[in-house]
């Protein structure tokens, strides 16, 4: 998350926000017609990517907002969000035409500790990636449920599996130890970006990425769990972005999301690569290709949530939720692209 410096406001103003309890509750939301091209001129195509929609998501609601982890279903018509304050809200996404258009059907709870409690400490609930590990295995009128991993990045990360299940989250089921050379990680640079891989040499290894931990080339420090085995990863750092997302496609290969925040001049950049499943191996340096860059003269803001999913055409969609650090000058943003046919085989 991007400290509030901008408003000389502390980042954490409550251990828990007040009215968050542990059953969920039906949550009524407004949605307003975002464009990214706001300040240029108006288009559908965005480098490599071509644009299917955003919403400015706004709710009544203390714990509504810094949505920092997304999973969307396979078809895109269910989404699950985890928030930076144990936070998370489950929805049906709308569409007219392939567009995004809004989402309905929402509900909002707590993540729950060991006792099934809220998660309590700003520290402690700070969650921060939501990815799917395998869905459930009897069938089930809700394609979200299945069991999880969250990342949480306060007190140096950790990795927690949990169970959603018709509308709930489960207490912990169990967690990962992150290797050594991912230890002492800074408070608030811990992992930010976990997927797992859908296809290539190493389909269902586990990738990760803390936000910042530079290594002795300045590039950022990761690791992939292949098997029982965890090695180290490394991305190739260009210009001031750090890791705020990652993402698998069907074939292995790895979206990378990223942001720069310059507090000196208040710019802020997001960006998006495409690294080939090829590149994926144990100790690799991997770089990629952007097929995103969008900086001050769009409207932008902190996109720290990332998911893949395929409409009904058969594209490729990304999906991307911003984290509004519960700031007034910031907004809740959900936008989709459609990834162009050409960058879903780069092997």
Same mark, same amino acid.
């Given at each position: !998350? ?13 251990? *828990? ?44 609601? =203390? ?15 269910? !989404?699950?969000?985890? =928030? ?14 392939? #567009? ?39 069938? @089930?009128? +809700? ?19 949990? @169970? ?15 290797? +050594? ?7 608030? #640079? ?22 910042? &931990? ?15 085995? @965890? ?5 190739? *750092? ?28 208040? &710019?802020?950049?997001? *960006? ?5 499943? @090829? ?26 949530? !990332?998911?893949? =999913? ?32 050409? !960058?879903?085989?780069?092997?």
């Amino acid at each position: !998350m991007i400290v509030a410096a901008l408003s000389g406001l502390p980042l954490v103003l409550a251990d *828990r926000i007040v009215g968050l309890d542990a059953a969920p509750a039906e949550l009524g939301i407004r949605a307003t017609k975002f464009n990214l091209r706001e300040f240029v001129a108006p288009s559908t195509s965005f480098g490599k990517l071509e644009w299917r929609g955003g919403v400015i998501l706004s709710a009544n609601h =203390s714990a509504f907002g810094g949505f920092s982890g997304l999973s969307l279903s396979a078809d895109g018509r269910r !989404m699950l969000a985890v =928030s930076d304050r144990g936070a998370w809200i489950s929805s049906s996404i709308d569409y007219e035409g392939g #567009k995004l258009t809004g989402i309905s059907d929402v509900r909002i709870g707590a993540l729950l500790d060991d006792s099934g409690g809220p998660i309590a400490g700003v520290w402690e609930n700070d969650a921060e990636a939501l990815v799917l590990m395998h869905p459930l295995a009897e069938e @089930s009128a +809700d394609p979200l449920n299945g069991h999880y991993l969250i990342s949480y990045e306060g007190y140096h990360g950790r990795l927690e599996e949990v @169970s959603y299940r018709d509308g709930t989250f489960s207490t912990p089921a169990g967690g990962w130890d992150l290797p +050594d050379h991912l230890g002492n990680l800074e408070d608030n #640079k811990g992992i930010e970006g976990v997927a797992f891989l859908r296809g290539g040499d190493h389909a269902d290894a586990m990738v990760a990425f803390a936000e910042r &931990k530079p290594d002795e080339q300045g590039d950022h420090t990761g690791m992939v769990a292949i098997g029982a085995k @965890s090695y180290p990863l490394f991305l190739k *750092r260009r210009d001031a972005y750090d890791v705020t997302a990652l993402e698998s496609l069907a074939d292995g290969s790895l979206l990378v999301l990223e942001r720069s925040f310059v507090r000196s001049s208040l &710019k802020l950049g997001i *960006r998006l690569r495409l690294i080939a499943a @090829s590149e994926i191996k144990a100790g690799a340096r991997l770089d990629g290709v952007v097929i995103l860059d969008a900086y001050g003269r769009y409207a932008i803001d902190n996109f720290e949530g !990332m998911a893949v =999913s395929r409409n009904e055409a058969g594209e490729t969609v990304i999906t991307l939720i911003s984290d509004d650090n519960f700031n007034f000058f910031q907004n809740t943003i959900l936008m989709q692209f459609a990834l162009r046919p050409a !960058m879903t085989a780069i092997n």
